[in-house]
Nanobody
Framework: QVQLVESGGGLVQTGGSLRLLCAAS????????AGWFRQAPGEERELVAA???????DYADSVKGRFTISRDNAKNTVYLQMNSLKPEDSAVYYC????????????????????WGQGTQVTVSS
């Protein structure tokens, strides 16, 4: 069983930055691939970024060049650095993890993940 707690959300102006953290409890965090997703009101949950066990990353086209996902297995933590934020980035951001036999694969679908955090609100004002 893995429990995830997100933090770092808040209110920021257009062009600003935020860093989200996802702290995982449980053993062998390094055995898990991870992802950040977001959900705006009335919208479906969508991928923001995903990271494999060895640190390989995939990004949604809308955030490429602005967001960076990373992980620190020693701290059981996944990060999402968000720069050049836009109002359309406003959403609840969720961290998710999935046990993975592969070091290389990052998972980009909501259905791939079986452990989710409670979410953290990000609001970007114009």
């Amino acid at each position: 069983q893995v429990q995830l707690v997100e933090s770092g959300g808040g209110l920021v102006q257009t062009g600003g930055s935020l860093r989200l953290l996802c702290a995982a409890s449980g053993r062998a965090f390094s055995d898990y691939a991870a992802g950040w997703f977001r959900q705006a009101p009335g919208e479906e949950r969508e991928l923001v970024a995903a990271i494999s066990r060895n640190g390989g990353a995939d990004y949604a086209d809308s955030v490429k060049g602005r967001f960076t996902i990373s992980r620190d297995n020693a701290k059981n933590t996944v990060y999402l650095q968000m720069n050049s934020l836009k109002p359309e980035d406003s959403a609840v951001y969720y961290c998710a993890v999935k046990w993975s036999a592969s070091f290389l694969v990052s998972y980009t679908r909501v259905a791939d993940y079986n452990y989710w955090g409670q979410g953290t609100q990000v609001t970007v004002s114009s």
